[in-house]
T-cell receptor
Framework: GENVEQHPSTLSVQEGDSAVIKCTYS??????FPWYKQELGKRPQLIID?????GEKKDQRIAVTLNKTAKHFSLHITETQPEDSAVYFC??????????FGAGTRLTVKP | DAGITQSPRHKVTETGTPVTLRCHQT?????MYWYRQDPGHGLRLIHY???????DKGEVSDGYSVSRSKTEDFLLTLESATSSQTSVYFC???????????FGEGSRLTVL
């Protein structure tokens, strides 16, 4: 089955700096790559996703890039704010119901 | 937030006892999932359902069973709870395969 690895496990940045979280996947047939944000004590929520026919997608301060050849995808957050502090999860799916998640990255944005 | 509720939200039980967690949705979504969340492991799929009475195993299905007798309800049962099943359990729903997952608030289970 699919295996998703996520790095780093923790990330601390100053407010206003950029943050980058990287994920690799093993199944070349995977074609859907979402990112979820989970605030402390809350449920995970989708923040952005990308499908394999697109190389990059942006939504305000958040962007995701996908390199299918290398089987990796990344989340970029620019102009970070304290409210961006949370755990972020990447995931990969092969158009089926078995979506595999990375282990998560705890992002801390210091004011 | 999508109309999805889990019950109970917190439960403490003893090893060997049966436990059932309930997920209820009001969105009429076809797909429902049970995940467990543990530190260092992210979210791992236990079982999922693609319709009434249609279910399948996920990555970590051993020790768990599920049932879906109605579109709106998806039950997760631990026939004989073990300490390794102490975890936070999230139910999720989706309109499509490989689509956005809407998660419930989670159920924290402690097995002593």
């Amino acid at each position: 089955g699919e295996n998703v690895e996520q790095h780093p496990s923790t990330l601390s940045v100053q407010e206003g700096d950029s943050a980058v979280i990287k994920c690799t996947y093993s199944d070349s047939a995977s074609n859907y790559f979402p990112w979820y944000k989970q605030e402390l004590g809350k449920r995970p929520q989708l923040i952005i996703d990308i499908r394999s026919n697109v190389g990059e997608k942006k939504d305000q301060r958040i962007a995701v890039t996908l390199n299918k050849t290398a089987k990796h995808f990344s989340l970029h957050i620019t102009e970070t704010q304290p409210e961006d502090s949370a755990v972020y999860f990447c995931a990969a799916s092969n158009n089926n119901n078995d979506m595999r998640f990375g282990a998560g990255t705890r992002l801390t944005v210091k004011p | 937030d999508a109309g999805i509720t889990q019950s109970p939200r917190h439960k403490v039980t003893e090893t060997g006892t049966p436990v059932t967690l309930r997920c209820h949705q009001t969105e009429n979504h076809r797909y429902m999932y049970w995940y467990r969340q543990d530190p260092g492991h992210g979210l791992r799929l236990i079982h999922y359902s693609y319709g009434v009475k249609d279910t399948d195993k996920g990555e970590v299905s051993d020790g768990y069973s599920v049932s879906r007798s109605k579109t709106e309800d998806f039950l997760l049962t631990l026939e004989s709870a073990t300490s390794s099943q102490t975890s936070v359990y999230f139910c999720a729903i989706s309109e499509r395969e490989a689509g956005e997952l809407f998660f419930g608030e989670g159920s924290r289970l402690t097995v002593l």
